[in-house]
Each structure stands twice: as structure tokens, then as C-alpha cells.
């Protein structure tokens, strides 16, 4: 079994990102707009998939992708937090119909309707009925939903807490991530992203978050950004404080996962971060989208780099290819013909 625990619907049908347009033009208004939600077939939506997301499942073996509306089009700094709720509220409505429609491939998680100024704890409906009524296993989290010039308070502020012990509550875990950035000092996916997951892994170390929150379980994508290369910086920053180092602070609450691109960037991550703490992923159909000229090979075919990997026993690479993602989304549920 071969989980990818980080998947975007990059490819949805051109009428959801088109009443995404009509919605901003709008300001929310949805009287304005004519209709509550874009109009898509069953049918629109498995020509969106059948070419794309699921070839690619077929083409490089892995048999499940956790499944999330597309990272880039959450756009929280984008107009007002009822926007952002009605916005949230129609892609993880799409999101639960792909899943509806390839249980044995896809399973959900959510959009949270985050607006910059805006208590986290205005998510918390969206994520109770995403989780309790639809079956979604864990949600996206925007440290930054100013897109690029970090406005509210630090992750491990209390600003957040109400929201953290909701997490905790439904145990579905957070993956760290940011939509859009719009300062034009950071490049969303090469600068922003990387960013961020550096930052906030920054902001848990001198944190006491995981003592206030011994059940919360979040992922930091991309490899966890640049940690994996300064593992002996953060060390030495966590020592000097007094507090957990790197590998204890991660314990059963911090993962990483794969979207790392080249072979010596897995092959660091395997190194020196705790192999209970990776989780098997590829970003695809996403950020990087053209084949390695040096190898011929898709960069995002991440199980390659896995595979290549000698340090890796073969009871390590289960953990990361499916057994961790189990440990993190435990309301995850394989299709029977996994089981077996």
C-alpha cells in the first residue's frame, strides 16, 4: 500500500475556478452571482481526473492520494471572511464528490474558510461539518492567510488555541500550509512555501505546544522545508534554550513529508529525520510539473527517490510509504481490497 498524503485538485473543472471569479467580482455576493455553487457533472469530474491524477496513481503505483482543494486557489487574504467561507465551503463540497466517486483512490481533506484579522476559531464550523458530516480526515492550516506579510500571531500564540483543541478533539491531524503570496519578495511555491514551513517548524521549537497539546498531530510539507538541511542549527537553537531537541520535539505530533524533489534531498530527510516521522508524498499534480533533463523522469515522481534509497530497510519504507500516514489520519479508512 502506497499513500500519498499530499495531494491538490489542481485540474478541477474550469467552472469552479470560474465562480471563484464571479464570487471576487462580486464581493460575495452571491445574488449577483446567480447561483450558490458552479454547476459540475459527475462526469466533468472524472474527465478532470482520468487523464491526470489518476494516470499518474496508475503510472507510478501509488494506490491512494489524501486529496485537498488546490493550495494556490485558497486565497485567504482574498476579500471578506464570509467570502472565504463561501469559497471553503464550495471546494470541499468538490472535494467530497471526488471522493464519493473513487473511494478506493482519493479520501478528503478541507479547505478552512481563514480570512487575515480573523480569529481561527470562525474555522471551526466549517471543520466540525466537514469532519463529523462528510467523513474528511484532517484540513489544510494557513499559518499565514495574509498571503506574504504574516499579519496574525505566531502559530503557538493562544490566538490559535481554540482551534488547535478542536484539532485535538476530532483528532484529525493539520498540514502546515499557505495559499498565495501576494508580496512580490516571495514566489509562492519556490519562496513562500519553503518559508513558511521552515518558520512555523521554528515557531513549535520554542513553544511549549505540544505540552499544551500532547494529542495534536500536524504535518510540514515539502520535506519540512529547510529544516532537514539545518538540522544542526535547530539542534543548537533547541539546546541553548532549554528545549526538546529536533527529533524529541517531533515525537508523535510533528511529520514531514516527501515533495522533495531530487534524490539527494530524500536521501538527507532519511537521514536525519526520524523515519517514524516521514510521510510518503508527491505534490502532484502540483508544483512541479516537467521532467529532470538529466534523468528523463518526472521531478515529481517522488516514489523514485524512495525506491533508490539504500538506508532505507524494507520495514522503513512501509512506515513512510503507508504505516505513519495510518499512525497521522486515524480516521482514515482503506478500501477492502487493501485491507486484504
Known amino acids: 500500500m502506497i499513500i500519498d498524503c499530499h495531494g491538490h485538485y489542481t485540474t478541477a ?54 486529496f485537498s482543494p488546490r493550495a494556490g486557489g485558497m486565497a485567504h487574504h482574498v476579500g471578506t471572511a464570509e467570502m472565504s467561507e463561501q469559497w471553503a465551503r464550495n471546494c470541499n463540497n468538490l472535494i467530497r464528490r471526488v471522493c464519493d466517486l473513487y473511494p478506493d483512490n482519493f479520501a478528503p481533506v478541507c479547505q478552512l474558510p481563514q480570512s487575515p484579522g480573523v480569529s481561527p476559531s470562525n474555522c471551526i464550523p466549517e471543520l466540525v461539518r466537514c469532519v463529523e458530516e462528510m467523513g474528511f480526515i484532517g484540513c489544510n492550516l494557513n499559518p499565514d492567510p495574509s498571503g506574504g506579510h504574516w499579519t496574525d500571531p505566531p502559530l503557538t500564540d493562544p490566538w490559535w488555541f481554540d482551534f488547535l483543541a478542536k484539532l485535538e478533539e476530532l483528532q484529525v491531524p493539520a498540514m502546515i500550509h499557505v495559499s498565495q503570496s ?38 510540514i510539507p515539502h520535506g519540512g522545508g529547510a529544516v532537514p538541511y539545518h538540522w544542526g542549527r535547530y539542534r543548537g537553537i533547541a539546546i541553548d534554550m532549554g528545549r526538546k531537541e529536533p527529533a524529541a520535539l517531533m515525537g508523535d505530533n510533528l511529520f514531514f513529508d516527501t515533495c522533495v524533489y531530487h534524490q539527494p534531498g530524500i536521501n538527507l530527510l532519511a537521514d536525519v529525520v526520524p523515519v517514524d516521522n516521514i510521510l510518503f508524498a508527491s ?31 524494507a520495514e522503513d519504507k512501509e512506515k513512510v510509504y503507508f504505516k505513519n500516514s495510518l499512525k497521522v489520519f486515524t480516521r482514515l479508512k482503506l478500501p477492502a481490497v487493501a485491507d486484504s
Not at 512580490?184 to 515557531?203: E, L, R, S
Request: hydrophobic content about 35%.
Open 283 to 313: 505534490e502532484m499534480h502540483g508544483a512541479v510539473r516537467c521532467k529532470d533533463p538529466d534523468t528523463g523522469k518526472w521531478f515529481d515522481d517522488t516514489r523514485q527517490y524512495i525506491e533508490a534509497n539504500a538506508e532505507l530497510s
Open 182 to 219: 501576494c508580496n512580490p519578495n516571495f514566489h509562492f511555491t519556490g519562496a513562500h512555501y519553503i518559508n513558511a514551513d521552515t518558520a512555523v517548524f521554528m515557531q513549535i521549537l520554542k513553544s511549549d505546544l505540544f505540552e499544551r497539546f500532547p494529542g495534536l498531530k500536524l504535518i
Open 13 to 66: 473543472p474550469a467552472q469552479h475556478e470560474g465562480w471563484r471569479q464571479k464570487q471576487i467580482d462580486a464581493k460575495g455576493d452571491l445574488t449577483a452571482i446567480g447561483e450558490e455553487a458552479p454547476v459540475i457533472t459527475d462526469d466533468e469530474i472524472r474527465e478532470s481526473l482520468e487523464k491526470t491524477q489518476l494516470r499518474l496513481q496508475r503510472e507510478r503505483g501509488t494506490d491512494m492520494t489524501i
